[in-house]
């Protein structure tokens, strides 16, 4: 029972950070209707910001803090939400008005690029992350052990949740872009500056991913410019998972994903984890082709 | 510019064929006053930390050579050539050094994949090839021409196997290897089988692929079984991130594993979490025997830094040539392949090597563990 107990906050630990990166997937798509496959090298470029970023505010504050990793994970996530804009303003924008499909491939181009220009610049090899975050002795509870960085990972995640649900529930852009994910022809006739809000909803998802990449870089501190493919395949499974497009399915899909993953590694065979992982997808879909918390919608022929 | 073209075009191909007739025919690598050896090595690419040790060793082993006047009365031209640590570039360059250059025997590589690769065409030319360091069982078996100085996974496996069971006093052990690899799978079966032998008990056996980040799955799995030490075969950035999770999940009992770990970045990934884990490898700077004493001052001198395996590996490969060529009299690719093959204690520098009949070395293994984030010398292994 504890084995399971412990198992479960690994997933969850796991999971939490793939919902991060899920909700930026899933916001595009409520927004534009296509995948922005160079989601998860924004998640790597997340964690690169902070390595570099880290000798810095060393000099400034001193380092593992709680002060100086929240200061370098907000850094992060601002460099990382002005280069979504700049990716959607270059790579995307231009073709708004072309076919989804073009859109797509100059996704994985953008994604190409980022990693093997990642690789010349950074260097192929793994980078060891400093220590931003004081690490806690490990609490023990009854046979569980409690790392402090698997803590944090679930307590950052929930809050930047409950931040997201008040950006969009709560607020004027926030409103805006519901009104563009209903409907943009409609939104941009009442006076709603489309470009605007979609320039916002990229800033709002990479600074999500570049939080999830500290998070990531703080609990597997070694870093190398491929390490977006993985989690962001998982996360855009994760959205899917969810009913992509829809928030709150997002981070159930990542959380879903990382129990999943972590049980199947634990009892069964980590040959076979990604098998399992992508099976419990497609028996979702089966049932519910529009992922768990998602809509159904009519396709208008 | 037509006119011009084809006199043009007909010279370069005179020029390529005369160049082509000088090439040496008589023996291979007798050039007029020197032996030529051929190395290929990954110089660049995302091995090269591994080549370039390796290139080093080598390098100070010619130059060794030859300031005491070379063998047979020549001195030794080393012939480098660089893979990029790519798939399929070894087999051009090992081509380009045996046919162009006419070299008497080609050194390399540390990875067996590229090991694997220019073996069959030594072989095929007859040309005797040395690997420093390729540890897969494979590399030798292409044919009677491809030796190794290094020891093999089976040996290594083996090793762990006694030295957890004999020294670490583990009765309970658990292995943790990685699934996309042969030198790790390999090492976990060689070490599970030694390990039984001995008496022990394997209790969890879990795995992971390569490029993993998260292990606390199988780390949970395996701390349930409550082993008292786990066998971690792999390399040093897996190894590295599961010492930590290992660590932050309460395990405190050794990790142990290969060949595979020795890299300065396993501690500074590893940090702290990996004081008072071993693992085994071909050579200690540390070692207080002579022989490793002065090729780590003479290392040291030349580059400015401390010698690894590798180099060590790289340095034994090329006085082992040399000193087969002394025997063989000769630069005779067949009489230096016998003189390979009837080497006995030779003295080198990771330890005194002897060939056996499938040619590879049968020598002792260091066993290293890190404290204060250095490695350090426990004990020596013989065969």
């Not at chain 1, 950070?17 to 927004?31: F, N, P």
């Amino acid at each position: 029972m504890t084995e399971f107990l412990q198992q479960l906050i690994n997933g969850l630990a796991l999971g939490s950070i793939l919902a991060l990166i899920a909700l930026g997937y899933t916001m595009v798509y409520g927004i534009l209707r296509f995948i922005n496959f160079a989601h998860g090298d924004v998640f790597m470029l997340g964690a690169f910001a902070g390595y570099y970023l880290a000798p810095k505010i060393a000099a400034v504050l001193p380092l593992p803090s709680i002060a100086g990793a929240l200061v370098v994970m907000g850094i992060s996530m601002a460099v990382c939400a002005a280069l979504g804009v700049i990716i959607e303003r270059f790579a995307y924008r231009p073709l708004r008005k072309q076919p989804k499909l073009t859109v797509l491939i100059t996704a994985i181009g953008v994604s190409l690029f980022l990693e093997y220009a990642g690789q010349f610049v950074f260097g192929a090899a793994p980078k060891k992350f400093p220590a931003i975050l004081p690490a806690l002795p490990v609490t023990h509870l009854g046979g569980l052990s409690f790392n402090s960085n698997q803590i944090v990972v679930i307590a950052v995640t929930i809050f930047l949740l409950l931040a997201l649900r008040f950006i969009v529930l709560k607020t004027k852009i926030g409103t805006a872009m519901r009104a563009v994910s209903f409907n943009p022809e409609a939104a941009a006739l009442m006076g709603v500056n489309t470009d605007i809000v979609i320039s916002f909803t990229f800033a709002l998802g990479s600074a999500l991913a570049a939080a999830a990449g500290i998070l990531w870089a703080i609990n597997y501190p070694a870093i190398d410019p491929l390490m977006g493919i993985l989690p962001g395949i998982k996360a855009f499974v994760a959205a899917v998972l969810g009913g992509i497009g829809n928030l709150p399915g997002a981070a159930l899909g990542g959380v879903i994903i990382g129990v999943t993953e972590t049980l199947v590694s634990g009892y069964i065979s980590s040959t076979y984890r990604d098998a399992i992982a992508f099976a419990v997808l497609i028996l979702i879909m089966l049932v519910k082709p529009s992922g768990l918390l998602g809509k159904k919608e009519i396709e208008k022929v | 510019m037509k006119i011009w073209r084809e006199p043009f075009l007909a010279a370069l191909a005179i020029g390529f064929f005369l160049a082509g007739c000088n090439k040496p025919s008589s023996a291979p690598g007798a050039g007029n006053d020197t032996i030529k050896v051929g190395e290929f090595a990954s110089l660049t690419g995302s091995e090269a930390t591994f080549g370039q040790s390796s290139h080093k060793g080598t390098q100070l082993a010619i130059d060794d050579i030859n300031t005491v006047g070379g063998v047979l009365g020549k001195k030794i031209e080393l012939l480098t050539e660089d893979n990029q640590s790519q798939a399929g570039q070894s087999a051009t360059v090992v081509r380009k050094l045996i046919s162009s250059d006419g070299v008497a025997a080609i050194l390399g590589e540390v990875a067996s994949s590229r090991s694997l690769e220019a073996a069959p065409i030594c072989q095929e030319n007859k040309i005797p090839m040395i690997s420093p360091s390729s540890t897969n069982p494979r590399v030798t078996e292409t044919g009677d021409y491809i030796f190794r100085v290094c020891f093999i996974d089976p040996f290594q496996g083996t090793v762990m196997a006694n030295f957890a069971h004999n020294t670490l006093k583990l009765q309970n052990v658990a292995v943790l290897s990685d699934v996309k690899s042969d030198y790790s799978l390999g090492l976990a079966k060689f070490f599970k089988e030694g390990f039984v032998a001995a008496g022990g008990k394997i209790i969890a056996d879990e795995n992971y692929s390569g490029g993993d980040k998260d292990f606390n799955a199988q780390l949970t799995a395996i701390k349930a079984a409550n082993p008292d030490g786990i066998f971690v075969p792999g390399y040093y950035t897996e190894v590295g991130l599961i010492a930590l999770q290992a660590r932050q999940l309460g395990i405190t009992v050794p990790l142990f594993g290969g060949d595979g770990w020795e890299s300065s970045s396993l501690v500074s990934i590893g940090g702290t979490a990996l004081e008072g884990d071993y693992f085994s490898t071909h050579f200690s700077p540390e070692d207080t025997s002579p022989a490793v004493q002065n090729f780590v001052k003479a290392f040291k001198t030349k580059y400015n830094e401390t010698p690894d395996a590798m180099a060590a590996l790289g340095y034994d490969s090329a006085m082992m040539l040399a000193d087969a060529i002394k025997k063989a009299g000769a630069t005779d690719g067949a009489k230096i392949r016998d003189a390979l093959a009837a080497e006995k204690n030779f003295p080198g520098v990771t330890g005194n090597i002897t060939m056996d009949a499938n040619r590879n070395a049968s020598k002792p293994a260091v066993i290293l563990t890190i404290k204060n984030g250095q490695f350090k010398y426990v004990q020596t292994v013989q065969p």
